[in-house]
C-alpha cells in the first residue's frame, strides 16, 4: 500500500472509529500487503500530534484492512514524507 493511500486509509478510520478526521496522517513510509506488517507515524487535531501504529489484519486480493493504534503521548510534528 502506497505511503498517500496509506494515509488516507488511516484518516478515514480515524473518523469513523472515533467521529473525528484528524487534520493530517503522517507515516513512516507504505506498508506491505502482509498480515502482520506493520507501519509507524504520527495524526494531528488542532496542532497536537500524536504517535500511531498500523497493522495488517486482512489482506484478501487488492483489499488490505488494517487496524490503527494511538498513542496518548504527544510527539514532535513528523517530516512530510509524501
Known sequence: MSIGSLQSGI??????SV???P????CEGG???VVG?????????GGSWLPLTVRVTN???????IAV???HTLVPEPRRLA
Open 11 to 16: 484518516a478515514t478510520q480515524l473518523a469513523k
Open 19 to 21: 467521529g473525528v478526521e
Open 23 to 26: 487534520d493530517e496522517v503522517r
Open 31 to 33: 506498508l506491505d500487503g
Open 37 to 45: 506488517a506493520t507501519q509507524t507515524g504520527a495524526v494531528s487535531k
Open 59 to 65: 489482506v484478501q486480493g487488492t483489499e488490505i484492512d
Open 69 to 71: 493504534s494511538v498513542g
